[in-house]
């Protein structure tokens, strides 16, 4: 088992930043490919961003170019940083683990998440 704990959401205006954390526990996080998901109100939830047990990552287009994620293997912690945040950015977001899968389709571990509201 691994247990996944999201902080550093918040309210930011547009064009902020903030950086999310997720500490994982359990099981050899590097073992896991890590990735960061979202849900806005009345959606689906998304595929932001991952980042693999070899330092590969992927990132949404919605997001390329304004986000990025990082892992602290020594920290068992993952990380997002938001930049030039956009109203349509509000969501909670969610850290997922995966042993085996990359990408939009990770999946096998959830945290509880943690809310992003951007305002204008």
């Known amino acids: 088992q691994v247990q996944l704990v999201e902080s550093g959401g918040g309210l930011v205006q547009a064009g902020g930043s903030l950086r999310l954390s997720c500490a994982a526990s359990g099981r050899t996080f590097s073992s896991f490919a890590m990735g960061w998901f979202r849900q806005a109100a009345g959606k689906e939830r998304e595929f932001v961003a991952a980042i693999s047990r070899t330092y590969i990552t992927a990132y949404a287009d919605s997001v390329k170019g304004r986000v990025s994620i990082s892992r602290d293997n020594a920290k068992n912690t993952v990380y997002l940083e938001m930049n030039s945040l956009k109203p349509e950015d509000t969501a909670t977001y969610y850290c997922?683990?995966?042993?085996?899968?990359?990408?939009?389709?990770?999946?096998?571990?959830w945290g509880q998440g943690t809310q992003v509201t951007v305002s204008s």
């Open positions: 997922a683990a995966d042993y085996a899968r990359f990408g939009g389709r990770m999946g096998d571990y």
